[in-house]
C-alpha cells in the first residue's frame, strides 16, 4: 500500500506532492522584487546615501532586499503565480516499488519510460524557436499526473482485492469491474503518450524537409501533423479524466 502523506492526497487527484516547491518560489520572489522599479530606486537610492554617509549603509542593502523577498515569499500573489506555472511543469514520478499493486506499478514504470523516451526524442531533433515543440508538448504533464492519480486508486482498490475467495462476492466483482476502467483509462492515456516520440520526429522532419525548399518552417504537413496529436491529446486528457471524490 502506498504510504505517506502523498499517497492521500494523489487519490482525490491532489498531486501538488510531487510538484517542486521551495526553489520556484524562492526564484519567482526574487524575480519579483529585482523586477520592481520602486525597489531598484530603493537600491540607488541606498548607494546614494552611502556616499554621504559612509560604507555602513551599504551593509542595510542585503537585509533590506532580503526583507522585500520575505515579503514577497509569503505574498499571496506569488504564491497563486507559482502554483499556475508548477502545474505546468513534469512532477518527479513516484518509484513503482512505492506501490504494492502490480498494476499500479507497471503503470509508474511505463510512464517513467515515456518520459524518457520523449526527452530522448527531444534532445534528438533540431533545437531553436523555429522548431520549438512547445504546443505538442504543452499537456503532457497534465496526462502524466492524471496516470498518477489512476495509479494510486488502483493501489486502494487492491486492498479490497487481494483476498483470495473460491466464490468472489457480487460487490468485490463489483470492485474488481471498476479497477478494470481505471487500469483502461491509465492505458488510453499510455498509448497516446507512447506515440510521442513517433509524432516529434515526424513534425520535425517536415520542418526539416521543409528548409529544403527555402519555405517557412511551418509547413501545412507539420502543422496538420501538430494538429493532429493535439487533437489526441485534448482527447485523452477530456476522456480519462479521472471521475471526482464522492
Not at 155 to 184: D, G, I, M
Request: proline share 7%; net charge neutral.
Amino acid at each position: 500500500m502506498g504510504s505517506g502523506d502523498w499517497f492521500e492526497r494523489d487519490l482525490v487527484g491532489d498531486t501538488s506532492a510531487h510538484e517542486p516547491k521551495a526553489w520556484p518560489l524562492l526564484a519567482a520572489s526574487v524575480v519579483k522584487v529585482l523586477g520592481s522599479g520602486r525597489n531598484r530606486a530603493l537600491a540607488i537610492a541606498l548607494f546614494a546615501s552611502a556616499l554621504v554617509w559612509g560604507p555602513y549603509v551599504l551593509a542595510a542593502i542585503p537585509a533590506v532586499f532580503t526583507g522585500l523577498v520575505i515579503i514577497a515569499l509569503v505574498g499571496g500573489g506569488t504564491r497563486r503565480a507559482v502554483a499556475r506555472r508548477t502545474a505546468t511543469l513534469p512532477v518527479a514520478l513516484p518509484h513503482p516499488l512505492s506501490y504494492s499493486d502490480k498494476g499500479a506499478q507497471a503503470l509508474i514504470g511505463s510512464l517513467s519510460r515515456c518520459r524518457r523516451a520523449v526527452q530522448e526524442a527531444v534532445a534528438a531533433g533540431p533545437q531553436g524557436t523555429a522548431f520549438s515543440l512547445a504546443s505538442v508538448l504543452r499537456d503532457v504533464p497534465q496526462l502524466e499526473r492524471r496516470v498518477i492519480v489512476l495509479a494510486a486508486r488502483l493501489e486502494y482498490l487492491a486492498q479490497f482485492l487481494s483476498e483470495p475467495s473460491s466464490e468472489p462476492l457480487k460487490p468485490t466483482r463489483h470492485l474488481a469491474a471498476k479497477r478494470q476502467k481505471v487500469l483502461e483509462m491509465a492505458h488510453k492515456i499510455l498509448d497516446v503518450l507512447e506515440t510521442l516520440p513517433a509524432k516529434i520526429a515526424t513534425i520535425q522532419f517536415s520542418r526539416l524537409e521543409a528548409c529544403d525548399d527555402g519555405v517557412a518552417l511551418d509547413l501545412p504537413c507539420a502543422s496538420a501533423a501538430i494538429d493532429s496529436f493535439e487533437s489526441e491529446l485534448l482527447l485523452a486528457s477530456s476522456d480519462c479524466s479521472p471521475a471526482p471524490s464522492q
